[in-house]
């Protein structure tokens, strides 16, 4: 899994039926310090997260391992929100702090 930032959501009316119903969100992904990274990805939401939001997403083959997502072509989802990340006893994140 890999830590990643919600920057926005992607709308597609037109698409593989088996993927009715699902929200896609745009995130872009964080190094070990909490930087932003230069390039995004589109990721399949199976958690309900929001813009801004630090979530954990899981990505290739692990992607459809949620149960019904075996037979869809997905290759990021985000399965997690994060709460906060700690690096070297150095608080890295919280999502109290973020929404204050």
Same mark, same amino acid.
């Given at each position: 899994m890999q830590i990643a930032k919600v920057c926005g959501t992607v709308v597609s009316t037109q698409?593989?039926?088996?993927?009715?119903?699902?929200?896609?969100?745009?995130?872009q992904f964080l190094d070990s310090e909490?930087?932003?990274?230069?390039?995004y990805e589109v990721a399949a939401d199976s958690v309900g997260a929001g813009i801004d939001e630090? $979530?954990?997403?899981s990505r290739g083959s692990?992607? +459809?391992q949620i149960q019904g997502g075996e037979s869809r072509p997905i290759d990021a989802l985000v399965v997690g929100i994060i709460d906060?990340?700690? $690096?070297e006893n150095r608080r890295?994140?919280?999502? +109290?702090?973020?929404?204050r």
């Open positions: 698409k593989e039926s088996s993927l009715t119903g699902v929200k896609f969100l745009l995130v909490g930087q932003l990274l230069p390039a630090w $979530v954990l997403v692990a992607a +459809r906060t990340v700690s $690096v890295l994140y919280s999502k +109290r702090d973020q929404d």
